[in-house]
């Protein structure tokens, strides 16, 4: 149980373009899911949290109109990189809170912007 | 100072050897407490919750030290499948529900033959 499925797991796209990532919880409602980003060599540096029905809690220098966060659903949350620049480049993972103790993250979507 | 510190490493070691890792947090009202694994671009896996009584799975036993603020991963006989990235991760909050998780860098573990 507690499954995230997280789409897509890679994409190149140009410069300037927009991207979207999902998260779906599949057999759970996520009330709550949060959103990292991995450099290489790097730890995952949170985000934002998003809340169900509610404006993203977004992390000290993540720029909020670049990054746009939608929790429309118990089960559906998604990342919008826009206006995508090459150091926009890394792994985007989202992760959702199953209960108070647990954790589960998406399989990640790696993202290179050219 | 990071919140939540570990030795990057790499930890290169024979199959069959013992390996400790360790970690240093530093919000002393943080009150949950894991070691993830993290392969090559892949993401993270639980591999066990971290308990102040110290916890043994299989092979692989976690102690926490709440005075000194630090956790560690013990893992023994060591198998070339346990070449991974091993992160820290700390929970600062639990009462207040559900809170973000604090990852360290991570250790990496080369597991030869």
């Given at each position: ?114 | 100072?990071?919140e939540v510190e570990q030795d990057p490493g790499p930890f290169n070691v024979p199959e069959g050897a013992t390996v400790a890792f360790n970690c240093t947090y530093s ?87």
């Amino acid at each position: 149980g507690a499954v995230v499925s997280q789409h897509p797991s890679w994409v190149i796209c140009k410069s300037g373009t927009s991207v979207k990532i999902e998260c779906r919880s599949l057999d759970f409602q996520a009330t709550t899911m949060f959103w990292y980003r991995q450099f290489p060599k790097q730890s995952l540096m949170l985000m934002a949290t998003s809340n169900e029905g509610s404006k993203a809690t977004y992390e000290q220098g993540v720029e909020k109109d670049k990054f746009l966060i939608n929790h429309a659903s118990l089960t559906l949350s998604t990342l919008t990189v826009t206006s995508a620049h090459p150091e926009d480049s890394s792994f985007y993972i989202c992760s959702a809170s199953f209960d108070i103790y647990g954790y589960t993250f998406g399989s990640g979507t790696r993202l290179t912007v050219v | 100072r990071k919140e939540v510190e570990q030795d990057p490493g790499p930890f290169n070691v024979p199959e069959g050897a013992t390996v400790a890792f360790n970690c240093t947090y530093s919000n002393s009202a943080s009150q949950s407490f894991f070691w993830y694994r993290q392969d090559c671009r892949k993401e993270p896996k639980l591999l066990m919750s971290v308990y102040s009584s110290g916890n043994e799975d299989g092979r692989f036993t976690a102690q926490l030290n709440r005075a000194s603020q630090y956790i560690s991963l013990l893992i023994r006989d060591s198998k070339l499948s346990d070449s991974a990235t091993y992160l820290c991760v700390v929970n600062p909050i639990l009462n207040t529900g559900f809170q973000k998780l604090v990852f360290g860098t991570g250790t990496r573990l080369l597991v030869s033959p």
